[in-house]
C-alpha cells in the first residue's frame, strides 16, 4: 500500500514569508508526527496527533510554529515569518497505535525547506 | 529525560568486514530502542526495534543489535557488509511516544 507522502518535496522561500508543509499518513494510522532534520543532525521531534488533537507539541521552538489535523489524517505544518534557521528537511511519520511507544513510525520522504 | 548518543559520525569498512555501529542510551525508565537507515534522498526506514521482548533483536537486510542494560547499549551489527549497506544509521529511544535521535552514522562501505 501507499506510504507516507510529504509535498512539496522542497519549498525554497524568502525570510518573513509564510509556508505550509503537508504530510499524509498512511490510511488508518491514528498517530501522526512531525520532525525537523538540519543538516547533519539527527530528527528532533516536534509535534504528535492522537486523532485530531495535539497531543504533545513540545517540540515546537516558538509561537511562529503550528500544526493542524482537522479531520484526523491529513495534516499541515504551518511557519510564519520564516528565518533561514528554520532551513531543514521536515518529515512527518505515522504509526497504527496512538500512545503506543512500541509502535513502529513510517516515515515519509520529507519536505526540504530552504529559507533565502 | 532519554537520549542516545553515536558513538563515531562516520565508519568506513570494507565489502565483506563486519559492521558495528555503536549507540548508547541514557534513561530513567526501561527504554524502548530503535535502529533507522536512511538512504540518500529517501525516508527513514526502520531496521529494527527492541521492545524488552528479547535482548537480540534481528532486523532487516541481516541487521541485529543486543540491547545491553549493564552497558546502556545497543549496538548495531552485519556480520558481512554490501556495498547497498551505505547509508546513514540513526538510533532512536522513546520519549513520550516521540522518538528522540542521535545524531547518526554514516557508513561508507569500500570495494
Known amino acids: 500500500g501507499a506510504g507516507v507522502s510529504q509535498t512539496p518535496s522542497n519549498k525554497v522561500t524568502e525570510k518573513g514569508k509564510y509556508v505550509e508543509l503537508r504530510c499524509d499518513p498512511i490510511s488508518g494510522h491514528t498517530a501522526l508526527y512531525w520532525y525537523r532534520q538540519s543538516l547533519g543532525q539527527g530528527p528532533e521531534f516536534l509535534i504528535y496527533f492522537q486523532g485530531t488533537g495535539a497531543a504533545d507539541d513540545s517540540g515546537l521552538p516558538n509561537d511562529r510554529f503550528f500544526a493542524v489535523r482537522p479531520e484526523g489524517s491529513v495534516s499541515t505544518l504551518k511557519i510564519q515569518r520564516t528565518e533561514r534557521g528554520d532551513s531543514a528537511v521536515y518529515l512527518c511519520?505515522?504509526?497504527?497505535?496512538?500512545?503506543?511507544?512500541?509502535?513502529?513510525?513510517?516515515f515519509g520522504p520529507g519536505t526540504r525547506l530552504t529559507v533565502l | 529525560a532519554q537520549s542516545v548518543t553515536q558513538l563515531g559520525s562516520h565508519v568506513s569498512v570494507s565489502e565483506g568486514a563486519l559492521v558495528l555501529l555503536r549507540c548508547n542510551y541514557s534513561s530513567s525508565v526501561p527504554p524502548y530502542l530503535f535502529w533507522y537507515v536512511q538512504y540518500p534522498n529517501q525516508g527513514l526506514q526502520l531496521l529494527l526495534k527492541y521492545t524488552s521482548a528479547a535482548t537480540l533483536v534481528k532486523g532487516i537486510n541481516g541487521f541485529e543489535a543486543e540491547f545491553k542494560k549493564s552497558e546502556t547499549s545497543f549496538h548495531l551489527t552485519k556480520p558481512s557488509a554490501h556495498m547497498s549497506d551505505a547509508a546513514e544509521y540513526f538510533c532512536a529511544v522513546t520519549s513520550r511516544r516521540a522518538l528522540t535521535f542521535g545524531s547518526g552514522t554514516r557508513l561508507q562501505v569500500q570495494p
Open positions: 511519520a505515522s504509526s497504527l497505535i496512538a500512545g503506543a511507544s512500541t509502535d513502529t513510525q513510517y
